[in-house]
């Protein structure tokens, strides 16, 4: 089983940057594609990211690609998204999720953290 974390979420006026953390336990962390996803008040959860078991190759939301960074570090079962010229639509709960690459379906989930971004 994997448990996930969240941190690094925060205050940020529109421009800034934040890096979200997400620690995973569990020992077959390097297994499990991992993404991040957010969810605003009153709408919809929403992907923003993935990165691949071996870190190699990710994958981003329209919205924020070439602000957004997804990375991981296997050997601090950690992953990150570096968030830079962070826009008020932005605000968000964010959630890292993790799901076994043999399937399609993201079955691991934090308890998120919260980014705000002020104009």
């Known amino acids: 089983q994997v448990q996930l974390v969240e941190s690094g979420g925060g205050l940020v006026q529109a421009g800034g940057s934040l890096r979200l953390s997400c620690t995973a336990s569990?020992?077959?962390?390097?297994?499990?594609?991992m993404a991040w996803f957010r969810q605003a008040p009153g709408k919809e959860r929403e992907f923003v990211a993935s990165v691949t078991w071996a870190g190699s190759n990710a994958y981003y939301a329209d919205s924020v690609k070439g602000r957004f960074t997804i990375s991981r570090d296997n050997a601090k079962n950690t992953m990150y998204l570096q968030l830079n010229s962070l826009k008020p639509e932005d605000t968000a709960s964010y959630y890292c999720?993790?799901?076994?690459?043999?399937?399609?379906?993201?079955?691991?989930w934090g308890q998120g953290t919260q980014v705000t971004v002020s104009s």
């Open positions: 999720a993790a799901r076994r690459v043999t399937v399609t379906q993201y079955g691991y």
């Open positions: 569990g020992r077959t962390f390097n297994t499990y594609t």
